[in-house]
């Protein structure tokens, strides 16, 4: 008789969900025993189906889903074809004891993990027209615009509107925060903290890479700038209660039903922004990336030269998608994703070649990748990382000056 896996806990009614695909972390290919994962920001579906937009405003109905397995059992046992971030999907979890394994991380309880449950039936909502069903159309684009703040409520500003926060004059400071598997930039004018460009935190799945001790740092009256919309790189903001009160400014991206919560929850202290701007040595630009569900590759990054010095803070833009004048001459720079895995090449180094990698040890997406660190060091750049390396211990790490 099969016992099922972690059979540990009093069996609940299944969950039927629609979500959309926040990461996809493929399989390591050296080895036939890793897994690849799923991550999926969700809504309950018979109550999406029942009240429609609205039930986006109750956190029992949404959820963050971790599912997990083998890219073989993924394709034999739902035919998914290649999951993409950005991918709708319906599924169902239970307590069966099966594989694959799933985790719900649901609003109302914080986002702290469920017990361990199974994936008992999933397909694609979009994506394949061969993989579709009658009506798929027509319920992506109502979720979609159930996670889209209406436009008349929330207007896209220029950019310059964010420029404004940092103002004119005084010495700049630009230190990358050690916040685990994760992204935070603080900005310090004249010694005094004034913002962040992105405010990340781990997921649950990666929270032991998070300090034992953290202190968010005090920045009253202050501002926020993010980079794009993963949760990696604004649930600091989130979780820190008096970061919620700071004004925000991101671009308007396509997100799931949790982000677009949070989105609500900020109010008008949230203003989409849009296009460059330039001011007091400072530069915004977007990445390129015409592609309508790439966050990454659509996302902001932020320059800042000062007496010939120019650094560069990426965001999670591969180079190959950043416009090269944010790219000229800079002697400073975060790498991309966290480290992780990327084709483009990095760009030659300039005086005092310092790239920084934030990300934290351990985490789930095997970063950093080997070759990308090779990569920044043949281009003459010094790696410094917020993670403990074999040379150095975890930490802040300033980019500027």
């Not at 590759?297 to 999670?316: F, K, M």
Request: charged share 20%.
């Amino acid at each position: 008789m099969r016992v099922p896996i972690r059979k540990r806990f009093d069996s609940r009614e299944p969950t039927d969900y629609y979500g959309v695909v926040e990461e996809a972390v493929e399989a390591d290919p050296r080895s036939a025993r890793t897994r690849s994962f799923l991550l999926i920001d969700c809504v309950r579906s018979d109550r999406f189906d029942r009240d429609g937009a609205q039930i986006m405003e109750d956190r029992s109905a949404l959820a963050l889903v971790r599912a997990m397995s083998t890219p073989k059992r993924w394709e034999e046992q739902f035919g998914l074809g290649e999951i993409a971030k950005g991918d709708w999907l319906s599924f169902r979890v239970d307590d069966s004891g099966d594989v694959p394994r799933a985790w719900e991380l649901r609003a109302d309880n914080n986002y702290a993990a469920g017990p361990s449950r199974s994936i008992k039936a999933m397909r694609r909502i979009s994506g394949s027209p061969a993989m579709s069903q009658p009506g798929d159309d027509a319920l992506v684009m109502n979720l979609m615009a159930a996670t889209s703040i209406p436009l008349k409520q929330r207007p896209r500003v220029s950019a310059s509107v964010a420029m404004q926060q940092l103002h004119l004059g005084g010495r700049i400071e630009i230190i990358i925060l050690d916040v685990g598997q994760a992204s935070a930039a603080l900005i310090k004018r004249d010694g005094k903290p004034i913002g962040f460009f992105d405010v990340g935190a781990p997921i649950w799945f990666n929270k032991g890479s998070l300090p034992k001790t953290i202190t968010p740092p005090m920045v009253p009256g202050g501002f926020i700038i993010l980079s794009h919309w993963d949760f990696d790189h604004f649930d600091l903001g989130r979780r820190h209660q008096p970061y919620r009160k700071l004004a925000w400014f991101a671009p308007d991206q396509p997100v799931g039903p949790n982000t677009a919560r949070f989105q609500a929850d900020l109010g008008n202290r949230l203003v989409f922004i849009d296009g460059p701007a330039s001011s007091g040595g400072f530069s915004l630009s977007r990445g390129t990336s015409t592609l309508a569900n790439d966050r990454n590759g659509a996302g902001y990054q932020l320059r800042y030269e000062e007496n010939g010095r120019a650094v560069l803070l990426t965001g999670d833009t591969g180079y190959d998608l950043i416009q090269s004048h944010m790219l000229a001459g800079i002697g400073g720079l975060t790498v991309p994703h966290h480290a992780g895995r990327s084709e483009a090449s990095p760009p030659a180094s300039v005086d005092p070649w310092r790239a920084i990698a934030s990300y934290g040890e351990p985490n789930s997406y095997r970063h950093p990748h080997a070759q990308t660190i090779t990569n920044h060091q043949s281009q003459g750049w010094q790696i410094s990382a917020t993670a403990t390396t074999p040379t150095h211990r975890r930490g802040n790490r300033p980019l500027f000056p």
